[in-house]
């Protein structure tokens, strides 16, 4: 299967910084990127869409100023946390979308970023 | 609007015991896509099984096995004869049609514990 992979695997900051999260696909092109949000104990929520070329499209109730998403090319997509707060803790998930190949809805997940805001 | 249920938050097994994972899903499109993932400790996600929404055909992968039911809007997950290995939270998850492929609808995940 294709592979995706997500820098870094672990970040630790201090509340008030940004926090920049890469995802890429390394051995396929991806137009489309989704990245999610998992709380401890909790489940994967959608929290936009990244396509490359064009603006991010965000699930409701997420922040948009917050959450900077860039798709600069078709294999990286960029989340960066601006300002983050303890409460942006969580575990941050990415998928990209074989290019190409939608009959079998294909996608493959990224192995996540655990993000810890003292 | 799309929702997946699944209702088990827990289940412990000793090793050798099948276990059986609900899920239950709700949508108005006709064409959609279902999944299920498992979730070891470390967190990455790795893909079990996707099954289209014309494709009620159940199946079998070694000690896997799913049972997709349309009538009752259920695809349901068993692992036979489990492991400790097999330890993990398992989701349940959704997409729509075309427009939306890539975007899932995750159910709340079921903790197996395999307990040797």
């Known amino acids: 299967g294709a592979v995706v992979s997500q820098h870094p695997s672990r970040v630790i900051c201090k509340s008030g910084t940004s926090v920049k999260i890469e995802c890429r696909s390394l051995?396929?092109?991806?137009?489309?990127m989704f990245w999610y949000r998992q709380f401890p104990k909790q489940s994967l929520m959608l929290m936009a869409t990244?396509?490359?070329?064009?603006?991010?499209?965000?699930e409701q109730g997420v922040e948009k100023d917050k959450f900077l998403i860039n798709h600069a090319s078709l294999t990286l997509s960029t989340l960066t946390v601006t300002s983050a707060h303890p409460e942006d803790s969580s575990f941050y998930i990415c998928?990209?979308?074989?290019?190409?190949?939608?009959?079998?809805?294909?996608?493959?997940f990224g192995p996540g970023t655990r993000l810890t805001v003292l | 609007a799309q929702k997946v249920t699944q209702a088990q938050t827990e289940i412990s097994v000793v090793e050798k015991e099948d276990v059986t994972l609900d899920c239950v899903y709700e949508?108005?499109?006709?064409?959609?896509?279902l999944f299920w993932y498992k979730q070891p400790p470390s967190g990455e996600l790795v893909f079990l099984i996707r099954?289209?929404?014309?494709?009620?055909q159940n199946e079998i992968s070694g000690r896997y096995s799913w049972n997709f039911q349309k009538s009752t809007s259920s695809f349901n997950f068993t692992i036979t004869a489990s492991q400790v290995v097999d330890s993990a939270v398992y989701f349940c998850?959704?997409?729509?049609?075309?427009?939306?492929?890539?975007?899932?609808?995750f159910g709340a995940g079921t903790q197996v514990v395999v307990t040797p």
């Open positions: 099954r289209n929404s014309f494709d009620e």
């Open positions: 998928s990209a979308r074989v290019r190409d190949r939608p009959p079998n809805n294909e996608q493959f």
């Open positions: 998850a959704l997409s729509g049609p075309p427009d939306s492929w890539g975007k899932l609808q």
């Open positions: 949508t108005r499109d006709t064409t959609y896509y």
């Open positions: 990244s396509n490359e070329g064009s603006k991010a499209t965000y």
């Open positions: 051995d396929f092109q991806a137009t489309t």
